[in-house]
């Protein structure tokens, strides 16, 4: 019942129990989110992420959890 963008960003959280950067749960959620939704809804579909400006910089190697 969730949506492509929620479906793969728990999947992805799910599959390293959340430690990952934001940079690769991003390329994931957006790379598997415009493939599958070209595929089934036949549109076009591109997630983003909005991030302070003060982190422009940096926010991509952020961890979510630290093991």
């Not at 749960?25 to 400006?53: A, C, E, W």
């Amino acid at each position: 019942g969730h949506g492509l963008f929620t479906y793969y960003l728990l999947k992805k959280l799910q599959e390293t129990k959340g430690n990952v950067t934001m940079g690769e749960l991003y390329d994931y959620v957006k790379h598997n989110v415009g493939v599958q939704s070209r595929k089934i809804n036949h549109k076009l579909q591109t997630p983003h992420f909005m991030v302070s400006f003060r982190l422009k910089e940096v926010w991509r190697d952020y961890k979510l959890v630290e093991k």
